[in-house]
């Protein structure tokens, strides 16, 4: 009994690490999205847009995929805000979980 209750108290670290992610979507899509927002183009082979999705991809290794997710549509959130984005509000843009990209809304590129 006290090797069960041992093996629980190890678990339990990991178990509250793995919270779900409130982001839906694929975070390689919201990296694209991203990437259109800040070069202002759909364009997928767009050089600027490749560079960014690549630094996104090692984004996602890094931090994981949940972390990266909201820094991608904090990103957005940022850009809607600082260019007054209609029909985005700022106060709650990281609240929805609406997709704010062609990437994402779509599911692919």
Sequence with gaps: MKNFIFIIFLLIPLISNARQCNISGKAILWAYDACFWEYETDDSIHPGVIEC???GKKMIKKVGICEAKLIFKSRIC???KKWKIEGIDP????LSDTPLGSAVKDGGI
């Design 53 to 55: 999705v690549n630094e």
């Design 78 to 80: 940022a850009m809607a």
């Design 91 to 94: 106060k709650t843009c990281m």
